[in-house]
C-alpha cells in the first residue's frame, strides 16, 4: 500500500533544476511575446491603420465592420508569425544547462501571447468591435 505522500509525488512534479529553468523559460519568452504585441499593436495603430481608417466607423454597415475587423485579425496573425519566427531566434540564457533545451518548450513555437496581445492593445479593432457591440445593442446601456 502506497501513502499519501507517494500517491501526490507521482502526480505533481518534484521541483528540480530541469523544472526550475522551465518555469523561468515560460516567463521569459512570455515577457517578450507580450512586449513584442504591445509595440507591434503600437505600429498597426498608428502606421497600418490609423485613425482614417477608423473614420465613420458608425456609419459603415456591420457587414462593413466585420470585414475591417477580418483584415485587421488577418494582419495581425501574419505580423504574429513573423514575430514569432525573429523571437525563436533569441537566445535563452540558461539553454543546454543541466540538459535543459529550450526549444522544446511549448511557448517558444506558438505564437498565441503574440497574437493575444495584438488583439488586446489594438485600439482600432476594439472601437470597431465596440460599434458592432452597440448597432446590435448589446451593451445595456449603449455606453462604454
Known amino acids: 500500500m502506497t501513502t499519501y505522500y507517494e500517491r501526490i509525488n507521482k502526480k505533481i512534479p518534484h521541483l528540480d533544476m530541469i523544472t526550475l529553468i522551465k518555469i523561468i523559460a515560460i516567463m521569459y519568452i512570455s515577457v517578450i511575446d507580450i512586449l513584442t504585441g504591445f509595440f507591434i499593436s503600437v505600429v498597426v495603430d498608428k502606421y497600418i491603420f490609423p485613425k482614417s481608417f477608423s473614420k465613420d466607423d458608425d456609419k459603415k454597415s456591420i457587414i462593413r465592420l466585420i470585414s475591417e475587423i477580418s483584415l485587421i485579425i488577418s494582419t495581425f496573425s501574419v505580423l504574429a508569425y513573423i514575430a514569432r ?9 540558461l539553454d543546454d544547462k543541466y540538459g535543459f533545451k529550450y526549444d522544446l518548450v511549448t511557448e517558444v ?14 485600439s482600432t479593432l476594439f472601437s470597431k468591435i465596440i460599434i458592432i457591440r452597440n448597432k446590435l445593442k448589446l451593451d445595456k446601456d449603449n455606453n462604454v
Open 85 to 93: 519566427n525573429i523571437i525563436q531566434l533569441i537566445p535563452f540564457p
Open 109 to 122: 513555437k506558438s505564437g498565441a501571447l503574440i497574437m493575444g496581445s495584438l488583439i488586446l492593445y489594438c
